[in-house]
C-alpha cells in the first residue's frame, strides 16, 4: 500500500499536538509519537530531526491555524477595522485552538523548557511585528483611531494589559475554571467594548482603511514566520529589513 507522505506526516503532527496537550513538553517524547502514528520511530526522526524540530512544527501548524481563524472573524466582523476587533477576532479565533491559547498564555505547565528555547515561537528575536505605539499610531493615521487619543498614552495601557489576558488562559491542562472569575471570552469583551469607546474611529468608513492594515500586518505575521521556518531548515538566521545584523 502506497502511503501519502503529506498524510503520514500530518498524522504525526496530530498525534504529537495530542500528546504534548495531554503530557506537557518536558514529558513529550519521540518513541510516544511513533507508538501513538503506530509507527517506526526511525520515520520519525526520518521526518522530524528533533523533539523541538516537531514541537516547532506542531506550533507553527497550530498558528497557522490561529492566524486564518483570525482573518476569518476580522473580516466578517461589521466592525472590523476597530481596534475593539482586534480583541474580538481573538476571542473567536481561540475558542475551538486550545495550543494556540496555551501559546497565547505562555503555559509553563505544558511548555516547560520549551518556553526558554532560543528560536522558539517564544523567542522574542523571531518577532518582527510593529511595537504597540507603532501600530496605533499607523491605525490613527488611516482614521481607524480618532485624531486626538494620545496613541503614547494608550499604548503604555496596552502594554500593561497583555500580561492580564495571558493570564485569562488557565495554566496546565486540568484547571477547572473558577465560577467567581470571570472567563477568558468575558474578559477580551470587556475589552473590546472599553476600546471602543476609548479608541473610535473617524467614521465607519475608516473602518475599511483599519481593516486593510490589521490584515497587512496578519500578512507579514505570516510571511516572517514562513521566512524563519525555512531558515530554521537551513540553519540560517532570516535578516529584515531594519534588523540588526
Known amino acids: 500500500m502506497v502511503i501519502n507522505e503529506q498524510d503520514r506526516e500530518q498524522a504525526i503532527l496530530d498525534a504529537a499536538a495530542g500528546l504534548l496537550c495531554r503530557f506537557g513538553y518536558n514529558k513529550l517524547t519521540m518513541g510516544d509519537v511513533a507508538d501513538a502514528v503506530d509507527l517506526h520511530r526511525g520515520l520519525v526522526y526520518l521526518r522530524f530531526k528533533s523533539k523541538d524540530e516537531l514541537v516547532a512544527a506542531v506550533l507553527a501548524r497550530e498558528m497557522r491555524r490561529y492566524a486564518d481563524g483570525w482573518r476569518e472573524h ?9 481596534v475593539a476587533s482586534v480583541y474580538r477576532a481573538m476571542m473567536n479565533a481561540l ?8 501559546v497565547v498564555a505562555r503555559d509553563e505547565e505544558l511548555f516547560g523548557k520549551y518556553l526558554r528555547k532560543p528560536g522558539s ?3 522574542p528575536r523571531r518577532h518582527h511585528s510593529l511595537n504597540t505605539q507603532a ?4 491605525m490613527q493615521e488611516v482614521g481607524a483611531i480618532e485624531p486626538d487619543v494620545d496613541t503614547r498614552a494608550m499604548a503604555v495601557i496596552f502594554d500593561a494589559l497583555a500580561p492580564a489576558v495571558r493570564r485569562m488562559y488557565p495554566a496546565g491542562r486540568t484547571a477547572p475554571h473558577d465560577a467567581a472569575q470571570p472567563s477568558s471570552d468575558e474578559v477580551l469583551e470587556a475589552m473590546a467594548r472599553m476600546f471602543e469607546r476609548a479608541l473610535p474611529p473617524v467614521d465607519d468608513a475608516a473602518l475599511a482603511a483599519g481593516k486593510a492594515v490589521l490584515l497587512s500586518g496578519l500578512d507579514q505575521a505570516i510571511a516572517d514566520s514562513a521566512d524563519q521556518a525555512l531558515a530554521d531548515s537551513d540553519g540560517e538566521p532570516v535578516h529584515h529589513e531594519g534588523d540588526m545584523p
Do not use: N, Q
Request: a neutral charge; hydrophobic letters at 45%.
Open 74 to 82: 476580522l473580516e466578517s466582523d461589521p466592525r472590523g477595522g476597530s
Open 95 to 102: 475558542k475551538t485552538l486550545p495550543l494556540a491559547a496555551a
Open 121 to 123: 515561537v517564544f523567542d
Open 135 to 138: 501600530f496605533l499610531r499607523v
